[in-house]
């Protein structure tokens, strides 16, 4: 039945569309329907039926002649709406730019069409990547599939959603602090943060931009890989960090971990991890220890500081980011102001959202004269002994293994009111951002609501086979849907 191939991976369907064996606009079609019918969840923000099916009727017409397809020809895909795409809205969840149309492709969107894909529409999100619940959205809260009372992560939690609730067959969000892989965690699903500067960020509506990474969400590591092997590619020269891979990340997947070294990060395990998420992450250590995996522990003292860094380092990049959303240029003008200076203050006012606005004065503040040395400057040093204690670790290490977040996922309006708190969930995550490294957080059976544990995996710079070998080698052990 068509409905059924909704549950497929990636990598399963493109093997059945590759033989004829169903239609992409057969998929299309199923995946527009089950979007229809699963609208309560709000994960997408729009949707673009229409070009969709054009898309899926030229591929399959270019299939039955036998012509070369790209690898990912006939696939449905969600992009996070943040990502432009040529003609659709690029509203980045804020009242701010709910009017802005895209009037060009971000360069991984360009590489996911030249491969083939077929672009459902834009997910929602936190309102400019910023938060960890997908709360704080314009247009409305994203509800987790898993239990529509909790949140999905964020702040990519529609891109998450729409994997988890198979309106897609991979997404792409953003990653700043976490916002991949946490969201990711808590819905169930595959969440790759890439090596910062690996995929290209021509196009994406920029949050932190020293910190800032587009990645795939998808079903499983395989189709997280192939994903890679499309948004990495050759050197983009839009982008001034990107460095472009060409090596095809599914032959870097063995099926074996005998002789991985595995580092248990001691800081992780501390204070404030869920007694089943602990558990979990213990079996996930013991389970490739049976594989041969050589376990050992990993001391990162500094990385209980990762947090204050990441929220000093961010907040003031945001602010510098942010400055441009003005009310002139683009985006929602205040329609009434006396001046230059009130149509700024009114527009931005009006425009923002609540947690924007704080990350706006955050920034300001520590950036501010008499500031900067006590806080900015001092982040940027703490970041510099983050980064060569995970270079240290990584001399005895092949991967790391850790929670990606402390809990499973909470109520909705549980910490909204707690900013702290909140910002408490990406504990585990931040780390990676600030030193720049690829993380993945995989599924890992569940709590006992029913709610999804996800185990994290870190490696060195550019070293996202190794994380692909180790994430698969557990998957295969749990089956798929790693119940």
Same mark, same amino acid.
Do not use: W
């Given at each position: 039945m068509i409905l059924d191939i909704l549950e497929l991976t990636l990598t399963e369907l493109k093997a059945r569309l590759d033989v004829r064996d169903i239609t992409s606009e057969q998929v299309t079609k199923a995946c527009l329907e089950k979007i229809e019918g699963t609208k309560g969840l709000n994960a997408l923000i729009s949707v673009c039926s229409e070009s969709a099916l054009k898309q899926a009727k030229v591929v399959d017409i270019a299939r039955a002649k036998g012509e070369k397809l790209g690898p990912l020809a006939g696939v449905p895909i969600v992009l996070k709406d943040n990502?432009?795409?040529?003609?659709?809205?690029?509203?980045?969840?804020?009242?701010?730019?709910?009017?802005?149309?895209?009037?060009?492709?971000?360069?991984?969107?360009?590489?996911?069409?030249?491969?083939?894909?077929? /672009?459902?529409?834009?997910?929602?999100?936190?309102? !400019?990547?910023?938060?960890?619940?997908?709360?704080?959205?314009?247009? &409305?809260?994203?509800?987790?599939?898993?239990?529509?009372? #909790?949140?999905?992560?964020?702040?990519?939690? &529609?891109?998450? /959603?729409?994997?988890?609730?198979?309106? #897609?067959?991979?997404?792409? +969000?953003?990653?700043?602090?976490?916002?991949? @892989?946490?969201?990711?965690?808590? #819905?169930? /699903?595959?969440?790759?943060?890439?090596?910062y500067g690996l995929v290209s960020r021509y196009g994406v509506v920029a949050f932190a931009s020293s910190l800032d990474q587009v990645g795939p969400i998808t079903r499983s590591v395989r189709d997280s890989a192939l994903m890679l092997n499309v948004l990495a590619g050759k050197k983009d020269p839009l982008d001034m960090t990107n460095v472009g891979s060409s090596t095809d990340y599914l032959k870097t997947i063995t099926g074996k971990v005998s002789g991985v070294r595995v580092g248990v990060v001691k800081q992780? !395990?501390?204070?404030?991890?869920?007694?089943?998420? @602990?558990?979990?992450?213990?079996?996930?250590?013991?389970?490739l220890k049976a594989g041969g995996a050589i376990i050992k522990e990993v001391n990162l003292p500094n990385i209980d500081v990762a947090l204050s860094v990441y929220y000093i380092i961010s907040s003031a990049e945001a602010t510098s980011n942010l400055a441009r959303f003005d009310g002139i240029k683009y985006g929602v003008q205040a329609k009434d102001y006396n001046g230059l200076i009130d149509l700024y203050f009114k527009s931005r006012t009006q425009g923002f959202g609540r947690e924007v606005k704080r990350r706006i004065m955050l920034g300001n503040y520590v950036l501010s004269s008499g500031y900067?040395?006590?806080?900015y400057r001092k982040a940027k040093q703490v970041q510099k002994v983050i980064m060569q204690e995970f270079s240290t670790a990584f001399k005895d290490c092949d991967v790391l293994? +850790?929670?990606?977040?402390?809990?499973?996922?909470?109520?909705?309006?549980?910490?909204?009111?707690?900013?702290?708190?909140?910002?408490?969930?990406?504990?585990?995550?931040?780390? /990676?951002?600030?030193?720049?490294?690829?993380?993945?957080?995989?599924p890992f059976k569940s709590d006992n609501k029913g709610l999804p544990i996800g185990v994290q995996l870190i490696a060195d710079k550019f070293n996202e086979g190794v994380i692909f070998n180790v994430a698969d080698y557990i998957e295969s052990k749990l089956g798929r849907a790693a119940k």
């Open positions: 990502i432009n795409y040529a003609g659709l809205k690029t509203t980045c969840a804020s009242r701010f730019l709910s009017n802005n149309v895209s009037v060009y492709n971000a360069t991984v969107t360009e590489r996911l069409l030249d491969a083939g894909a077929i /672009v459902l529409g834009k997910a929602n999100m936190d309102e !400019f990547a910023m938060g960890s619940s997908n709360e704080n959205s314009y247009f &409305g809260i994203v509800k987790n599939p898993h239990d529509l009372a #909790c949140v999905p992560g964020g702040s990519s939690g &529609g891109s998450a /959603v729409s994997v988890a609730a198979n309106q #897609c067959f991979a997404s792409l +969000g953003t990653d700043t602090g976490g916002s991949i @892989r946490q969201p990711s965690s808590y #819905c169930g /699903v595959v969440g790759l943060k890439p090596t992780f !395990f501390q204070e404030g991890l869920a007694p089943e998420v @602990r558990a979990k992450t213990e079996e996930a250590i013991m389970l900067f040395d006590a806080f293994i +850790g929670p990606t977040a402390p809990t499973t996922a909470f109520k909705i309006g549980e910490k909204i009111s707690n900013p702290l708190s909140m910002y408490l969930n990406d504990i585990y995550t931040v780390p /990676v951002n600030i030193a720049g490294l690829p993380g993945i957080s995989i």
